[in-house]
Antibody
Framework: EVQLVESGGGLVQPGRSLRLSCAVSGFTFENYPIHWVRQVPGKGLEWVSGISGNSKSVGYADSVRGRFTITRDNAKNSVYLQMNSLRVEDTALYYC?????????????WGQGTLVTVSS | EIVLTQSPATLSLSPGEGATLSCRASQSVSSSLAWYQQKPGQAPRLLIYDATNRATGIPARFSGSGSGTDFTLTINSLEPEDFAVYYCQQRRHWITFGQGTRLEIK
């Protein structure tokens, strides 16, 4: 059974940092790109960042580029999102999701999300 | 950035009716388009990928069409569990989502 479990969310002050983790199981992890997608409660979905299976290709939304860094550890079946210089507008539920195929495909399995609240 | 525009924002229909949801891309995404369904408190669920292919376990009443910049999600004979928010998503250049269409019971 494919599973993705996010952790690391919480309440943080503006300007501080937070590191999210996504632990996966049930598939050959190193073969699949993984993405982070966020959603403000009651609002739409916003793609945040993605990373290829071999980490050679990474991408970021304009809203987080230069502040967030995505990495993965294939030995630990985990993906991470290092979030620095957090802003109030980064408050959201953060999902990780795996792609359907080994490249250039849509996410098929999603975690249940971890909530990040940025507030003073 | 590829911008996806969904219409209508809200669609009010009754069970048994058919639904047509649209998604327009600001530039061609070829067939790299997916549709998701999201219900309150749940993660998005993949319905359609590569514009026309149903994901595993998705009922046949859901179908997708289109290529390039104009796409459609069609739901035949709405069931009560189909009332939700639907998003289109492109994977031509990384990922962007449309703003969503809320399908509500009339």
């Amino acid at each position: 059974e494919v599973q993705l479990v996010e952790s690391g969310g919480g309440l943080v002050q503006p300007g501080r940092s937070l590191r999210l983790s996504c632990a996966v199981s049930g598939f050959t992890f190193e073969n699949y790109p993984i993405h982070w997608v966020r959603q403000v409660p009651g609002k739409g979905l916003e793609w945040v960042s993605g990373i290829s299976g071999n980490s050679k290709s990474v991408g970021y939304a304009d809203s987080v580029r230069g502040r967030f860094t995505i990495t993965r550890d294939n030995a630990k079946n985990s993906v991470y999102l290092q979030m620095n210089s957090l802003r109030v507008e980064d408050t959201a539920l953060y999902y990780c999701a795996k792609e359907l195929r080994s490249s250039d495909s849509s996410p098929d399995y999603w975690g249940q999300g971890t909530l990040v609240t940025v507030s003073s | 950035e590829i911008v996806l525009t969904q219409s209508p924002a809200t669609l009010s229909l009754s069970p048994g009716e058919g639904a047509t949801l649209s998604c327009r891309a600001s530039q061609s995404v070829s067939s790299s388009l997916a549709w998701y369904q999201q219900k309150p408190g749940q993660a998005p669920r993949l319905l359609i990928y590569d514009a026309t292919n149903r994901a595993t376990g998705i009922p046949a009443r859901f179908s997708g069409s289109g290529s390039g910049t104009d796409f459609t999600l069609t739901i035949n004979s709405l069931e009560p569990e189909d009332f939700a928010v639907y998003y289109c998503q492109q994977r031509r250049h990384w990922i962007t989502f449309g703003q969503g269409t809320r399908l509500e019971i009339k």
